[in-house]
Every structure is written in structure tokens, then in C-alpha cells.
């Protein structure tokens, strides 16, 4: 049988036990997806529950080589699914986005995006319900219909703005186990605080609550499992526009969890590897990928980032267009409607030495802008990660007193 065929035959079989285990994990009283092993009966039937572990990798290995676009990438999903030994092999082969420029598992989206180009993602704006979505194109178009990723929604508090950020796209509250931070901002709109849900780095306090907490301190304290919390990854200003003059915004973001060594010739970012299994049944709790220096297990290495300084980034500075009269930027092309919404961060002078012009356009590290009535491309890289960059994104859509 051809190699190619092999696969075909694999995917097909491998998807109809998948599908037998997500609707008896619907059968039990909630729509909810969860993570179920797959029916034991099922796999014994099965051609490939015997497959030599070499041959096995072969045909994994190819897999994930071939499907490297979504919809295709659900079939290297669907073998991580199928049981334990499988999950190992397919944490041994696909590897991080920083390396592979590629979008697999939910944990992707809190691992830094990739050094060499960005990740080209788009964001679908529903202004009847206050949602957002993150979407990462299926074809070379600017969008389509898209993989979602992540959801927000917006939510007015007396005295703040708060956009709830969730895997699920229908339900954004934090009371769904796919819940994975929010965005807060100030009265005024013009300072935010991402929060994530879960710990970035070993050393990580929670904000809030009495019972606050280090993580991969000696002690921990209450004792008990781990719930979601209120972690600050990254801190969002907006320069005041006291006298009301037009012009660009002017934007800077500290990265609380990111060191400024990330950047650097030879640098890692903290990066997450594995959703906390105390948090909900729907997040795998063995991690994909292999260990790095932002793993969390290794508390004694990551420790030693708290007392570093942190990654700054500050909007790019547009130029002025004598003959179209307005402000401009070079987006390359992914950015079509001029708004004051758009904008392109870049590592600020105190994180990085100041580079050229032709440096500064090859690291930019975020780009947003509009491209029609409700949509827009969302374009990052190292050292953020997806959830980071959309959260830096939902801040532009916020109404802004002081600034304009």
C-alpha cells in the first residue's frame, strides 16, 4: 500500500474512534467537550492498535509534516487523542510555535509566537453581542472563515472595562473550564492589565485575594489545588491627549512575564507547556511539548528572571504623508482602511538598542488594523504569545477618554 494511502486509511479510522469518544463525552448530561480516551473496544478493532512504535512515529511524523494548514491540522489533533502512547509520540513530534510557526493545541496560544515570521491571524468584531474573535486563516487571504482560537467579550463595570478571554466562543464567562484571562482597563481607558488565568512562569503572584501565592516558591499557600487566578502578564498604556490634538495614538506595553534577556542573541521567553489540571477535565493535563527554560517545573532557572528588567514595547512611530495628508505605515500590504485603531509594537529603546530604520521594520513584534467594517488582521511573533497579542489588540477597541 502507498505511504500516502497508509495515511489516508489512518486518519479515517483515527477520526471515526475520535468522534465515537466525543459523543459518548456529550451523552453524559453536558454539551461541553471534554477529553476522553477513546473507546478500548474501538482501539482493540482497530488495525493500528498494534503498530511497532517506529513505525508509528513514521506515519505520526508524517502526518503533522503534511497537514500543516487547519482544517488539515485536526487530523494531528485527533492522533494526540487517541490514547496515552499515541499523546506521547505526537508530544515527541510537533513542537512549539517558536520553532514551527504552527498552531496545534490549545496550549500553542500561551507559548511565544515564532522568531523567523509572524503568525498571520485575523479578528472578527461582533458590535450586537461585544464579542471578538481571533481567527487564523485557512488560505492566503487576508480572511475567510477561519480556525477560531480565542473569544472575548466585553463587559462594562462601574468603574472598568473587562473582556473576558476563552478557548469556547459561545461562552466567554469564567465559570467555563476554558476560561484563560482577561483584559482590565482603567476608568479613563487609557491603562490595562492582562491577567492570565493560569501561572506564565514559575515565580508568578497571583493579584488578588488575601491568599496570594508564589509559584515555585518553597511554600504555597492555602493548601490546595491550584484554581484560575488573576496573574499580570503584561501592562497597556496610552499616552493622555490633554490639549485634544489629531494624530496617532501613542501606546507602550511592559511585558511583566517576559525578561528582557528573551530578546536577546540567545534568549528564551518563559513559555507554558501544559494547561494546570486542577482547573477543568477539558484541558489536557500532560503537557505537548518538551521541556524548555520556561517550563514550569523548573522553578530554580526561572526564578532568577523576577529580578530582571522587563520587555518593553512601544507603538512605531507613523510618518506624515504630504500628499495623502495623513498619517502613514508600512503594513506590507495587511492592512487596508486607515483608523487610529492601527498600530505596529515594536521593542522600546530600553529593551533593546536602538536600531535602525530597516531594523526597526524587520522586528516588529505586533501589527493590527483594519481591514473592513468589523474585521481586522492581527500579525505577531517572539517573544509574545497569541493570547498576549489579543489582548493588546482589545485594548485598541476601547473607548478612550482621555486620548481622543
Not at 517558536?98 to 498571520?120: H, N, W
Not at 463587559?155 to 466562543?169: A, F, K, M, Q, V
Amino acid at each position: 500500500m502507498p505511504f500516502s494511502s497508509m495515511i489516508q486509511e489512518m486518519k479515517g479510522e483515527i477520526g471515526a474512534i475520535s468522534r465515537r469518544g466525543l459523543l459518548r463525552s456529550r451523552s453524559h448530561g453536558t454539551d461541553r467537550v471534554q477529553r476522553v480516551e477513546p473507546d478500548e473496544a474501538a482501539m482493540r478493532e482497530s488495525s493500528w492498535a498494534h503498530v511497532p512504535p517506529e513505525l508509528l512515529r513514521e506515519v505520526l511524523a508524517k502526518v503533522e509534516a503534511v497537514e500543516a494548514r487547519w482544517p488539515g491540522r485536526e487530523a494531528v489533533v485527533a492522533c494526540a487523542g487517541v490514547c496515552r502512547g499515541w499523546r506521547g509520540a505526537m508530544k515527541e513530534i510537533v513542537r512549539a510555535p517558536e520553532a514551527s510557526g504552527r498552531l496545534t493545541f490549545p496550549i500553542s496560544l500561551k507559548q511565544p509566537g515564532p522568531r523567523d515570521a509572524p503568525l498571520k491571524c485575523f479578528i472578527r468584531r461582533n458590535r450586537a453581542t461585544q464579542s471578538y474573535f481571533l481567527c487564523i486563516g485557512v488560505t492566503d487571504a487576508l480572511a475567510d472563515d477561519g480556525k477560531l482560537l480565542l473569544a472575548a467579550r466585553k463587559y462594562r463595570r462601574p468603574s472598568c472595562t473587562e473582556y473576558l478571554i476563552s478557548l469556547d466562543g459561545r461562552d466567554t464567562s469564567k465559570g467555563n473550564g476554558t476560561y484563560i484571562g482577561k483584559l482590565r482597563s482603567n476608568f479613563l481607558g487609557t491603562k490595562f492589565t492582562v491577567y492570565d488565568a493560569h501561572p506564565p512562569c514559575a515565580g508568578a503572584v497571583v493579584s488578588k485575594g488575601p491568599s496570594a501565592h508564589m509559584i515555585g516558591s518553597a511554600q504555597v499557600s492555602p493548601m490546595k489545588p491550584l484554581p484560575a487566578g488573576n496573574y499580570p502578564v503584561s501592562h497597556i498604556s496610552y499616552e493622555v491627549n490633554v490639549l485634544g490634538s489629531r494624530g496617532p495614538r501613542k501606546m507602550n506595553c511592559v511585558m511583566d512575564s517576559i525578561p528582557v534577556s528573551a530578546i536577546k542573541q540567545g534568549g528564551t521567553a518563559p513559555t507554558q507547556t501544559e494547561f494546570p489540571s486542577s482547573n477543568s477535565s477539558s484541558f489536557a493535563s500532560v503537557p505537548f511539548f518538551g521541556s524548555k527554560s520556561g517550563q514550569l517545573d523548573s522553578s530554580g532557572a526561572q526564578l532568577t528572571t523576577q529580578n530582571e528588567s522587563k520587555v518593553a514595547l512601544k507603538n512605531k512611530s507613523p510618518t506624515w504623508h504630504a500628499q495623502l495628508q495623513c498619517w502613514c505605515l508600512n503594513f506590507h500590504g495587511r492592512v487596508t482602511v486607515a483608523s487610529v485603531k492601527n498600530f505596529q509594537l515594536v521593542a522600546s529603546d530600553e529593551s533593546a538598542p536602538t536600531p535602525s530604520n530597516q531594523e526597526e521594520e524587520d522586528d516588529v513584534i505586533l501589527q493590527f488594523g483594519k481591514i473592513g467594517k468589523d474585521l481586522f488582521t492581527m500579525d505577531y511573533r517572539y517573544p509574545i504569545s497569541a493570547f498576549q497579542a489579543f489582548a493588546i489588540c482589545l485594548s485598541s477597541f476601547d473607548t478612550k477618554i482621555g486620548c481622543e
